[in-house]
């Protein structure tokens, strides 16, 4: 039976509050104001504010408005695998967003790629052409297994800012964060294991366990304070995790910081149920306060997290340089980096070595985080003003990534389909999990220069979304 337009509402106000967009006891839109959010009838709003109080939801306060009573939750679900037929449609997306990625005439909201304006492109040249010219010899060798030893003291020294306190001899260098991410699956699970990720997830999580013929179970990602610690220890009391995969800093897509209160307790329920956990901190340096929040790594006491860092993110990323550290796992991982790649490439490890220990990078840090921090206004402001009433968007914290609701009528596969006539590319949250929860969502990069270039892309992707309304 189809459902009624106040059933509409009432499921959608619910879904923000499953997201975190209204916390427990914080009160949720007026009857009027949320009439013209949603552009119904207050009758309308009305009945499914009732509807939501039936269901415990929200409760009336007199004189005061409507109040989260509860957070609904889901029915946690082990997941295998997806069907063939979705796991071809996520993968033709997902290599249709990375080749477009390429194309200068494509506005590039898609991929989690930095414009290069935001890349310390001439620096890494002449990095690059000094050693070259200087040292050939090093430069034309095999960087074995750990990797560089100069590159790892500089990684070493930048784990001081997370609060780890490291040797070169902790670190392995791998080629980019996903290597990194796979070394620590297949170091703590099986085929057949279980692994715990946060949902929405980052992609390129869900085709490694794909790979890795892991089972997963998705845990909701608040916008704002990250994973959900209950239903993790829920699915923890019911499962037989091995492993729970997350992004305390600046989240991939929602850009959620976990407060450090919230580490501990994740730190405590992985000593109490013995699970590993795998902390990709990929955006991390990309924090916007300074100083940022202790590495999940740094409070590990029990030596329960295996921490994977990357500077694809900040520095280039095509130079596919990244890192790992395993502690007690450390040796099963080297054999594994060891049997998979045998050596990492030398002349970029040093020359990344080099803009370390010169002071340039954290220069460009400053600056590139001025920029995102900014930019995030402007592109939140843009939506604000082009997108239809309903919308909502994340608030990171660092990084580059914004994560939009947009009202439920509108199918995200079907605006990616269309943007792409525009020459405009985004990434639809059909990728970002398997629950089928995310098919109004769209995932944004906004590190991109912010001109009438990108503003029109944001207005037009506005217009395509009435569009789809109608």
Known sequence: MDQTLYQKVADQIETHIQEGL????????????????????????????????????????????????????????VRPQSTADQDESIQT????????????????????????????????????????RLEPDICAAYAFTPGSEVLRRQIAIRMLDTGCKLSPEDILITLGCQHALMLALQSTTMPGDTIAIESPSYHGILQAAKALHLKVIEIPCHWDTGLDLSMLANALAEHPIKACVVSPEN?????????????????????????????????????????????????????????????????????????????????????????????????????????????????????????YQQNLSYFQGAITKHFPVGTHYSAPKGGFILWVTLPKEINALALHKLALQHKIGLLPGHALSHSGTFTHHIRINYALPWNNHTETALKTLGRLCFELMD
């Open 251 to 371: 989240q991939n897509p929602t850009g959620a910081q976990m407060p450090q209160p919230a580490r501990h307790e994740l730190l405590t329920l992985a000593a109490n149920y013995d699970i590993t956990i795998i902390e990709d901190d990929v955006y991390g340096e990309l924090c916007y306060q300074s100083p940022r929040l202790p590495s999940l790594k740094a409070l590990d006491r029990q030596d329960k997290v295996i921490y994977c860092g990357s500077f694809s993110k900040s520095i280039a990323p095509g130079f596919r340089v990244g890192w790992i550290i395993g502690g007690k796992q450390q040796a099963a991982i080297a054999q594994q980096a060891y049997v998979q790649s045998f050596a990492t490439p030398t002349l970029t490890q040093v020359a990344i070595a080099n803009f370390l220990e010169n002071g340039a990078y954290d220069r460009h840090l400053r600056k590139t985080r001025q920029t």
């Open 22 to 77: 209204f916390k427990l006891g914080e009160r949720i839109p007026s009857v009027r104001k949320a009439s013209a959010q949603m552009e119904v009838s207050m009758a309308t709003v009305l009945q499914a504010y009732r509807l939501l109080e039936d269901r415990g939801v929200i409760k009336a306060q007199p004189q005061k408005g409507y109040f989260v009573h509860s957070i609904p939750t889901q029915p946690l679900k």
């Open 93 to 132: 997306m997902l290599a249709n967003v990375l080749r477009l990625s390429q194309d200068t005439n494509v506005t590039q909201f898609g991929a989690a790629i930095p414009n290069n304006q935001f890349l310390p492109i001439r620096q890494l040249q002449r990095s690059v052409g000094r050693l070259m």
